[in-house]
């Protein structure tokens, strides 16, 4: 199973967090996870590489980031937003990945959810009611007849499943890296307007605040478990505005920060 994030300076100190909420729900699966840096000092690099050799489950491998491209047409979008865009390059040898924001917390076998099937095009993802400033993004990009995307919902990126074969031979990195320099739109709609049927995975897969609140009951009475969820959850005024009703114990015990590990 190959699993991919992004990070750059500032993120560089959430991995650990995340790692260790993957390795809890995945210690009998065989992960090989592939951290693609942008400017990472060496020492963190090194502290964290020695923090995952206790998960002897996972293989980290990391990346180094420094394509010209990045520094000179990419600059509009964050580093973990445009690299999403390169993942079928820079794993030129890998054939599927799931990818993931830094902001995850997993809480279930990411088994299941390697098992799925993506679309003609290469994608599968949790799909999205349009919230009003959604729509008034989506619409604006539309009437400017910049790309055609759904009228009833859209995939969000946050988790993805890649089928690196089939975005190489429908050339998902031009076609994106083109759309958002020509018209400055960012990975999502990018995304979304790369292929229009992107196969649909449970949303448990990917759990954000509305998801959150149409089953809080079952997720509760599962005591958070069998979910990824994503929230930024190193912010405590987001934890307490967004998630007010979310256990907090779920999100401090996966709670490890590079500094912790100095």
Known sequence: MNVVIVTDQNLVKYIPSFIKSMYEFNKN??????????????????ILLKHCESYDSINVTIKNVCHEVYESKWRKLSVTTDEKFFIPDLLSDIDKVIYMDIDIVVRCSLKELWGNET???????????????ARSMM????????????????????????DL?????????????ELHLKHNIDDQPCI?????????????FNVNRT?????????????????VFHIKWWHERIIQTSWPRIDTAVIKENTVLLGDVL
């Open 29 to 46: 699966e065989r992960i090989n996870l592939y951290i693609l840096m942008r400017k990472v000092e060496d020492s963190k690099k090194d």
């Open 119 to 133: 679309s003609e095009k290469g994608i599968a993802g949790t799909k999205r009611l349009f919230q009003p400033e």
């Open 192 to 204: 979304n307007a790369y292929d229009l049927n992107i196969r649909v995975l449970d949303g448990r």
């Open 165 to 177: 074969d089939k975005l190489r031979k429908y050339n998902f990195r031009s076609y994106c890296h």
């Open 139 to 162: 619409s604006k990009i539309k009437k400017a007849g910049v790309v055609k995307l759904r009228d009833d919902y859209f995939i969000n990126a946050g988790v993805l499943l890649f």
């Open 211 to 227: 998801y959150f609140d149409d089953h809080e009951e079952t997720i509760k009475q599962n005591n958070y478990k069998g979910y």
